[in-house]
């Protein structure tokens, strides 16, 4: 990551955090363009960390009640380069991932894609 591209992952991370998210781990910025990987929770929609694309070590925690929300909420945003559904039960996993609306949706796996594979996104992320 570029030192420029740290600093604009920090604006975003400062910015939720301004806004009354809380950071639980993480989110400085160290020598070299290093970002220290952070988890947000308390994320909403007029924050820079739910509207934008976050490209760096930042994982945004949600508490939903069910997989209808879930799906909404992932949904409710201009980007869709990618998305991960974790569950036990991975056929249940694999319905909520195909309700998705990325360009790569993984299960059980944060990336199954490599680099000899085409990928893209919709919406506003990749060819969308």
Known sequence: MSRKAAEGLLAQVR???DRGAT???GGEL???GWFTP???TGVTPDMRAY???LFGPV???YSVSDDDEAVALANDVPFGLGGAVFSSDEQRAI???SRLEVGMANVNTSAGEGADVPF???KRSGFG
Request: a negative charge; aromatic letters at 0%; proline letters at 0%.
């Open 59 to 61: 994982a945004v925690v």
């Open 38 to 40: 952070a988890v947000l």
């Open 30 to 32: 160290a020598e070299h």
């Open 15 to 17: 910015d939720a955090v």
């Open 23 to 25: 950071l639980h781990v």
């Open 51 to 53: 509207r934008e694309e």
């Open 95 to 97: 319905a909520v991932a």
């Open 120 to 122: 893209g996104g919709t």
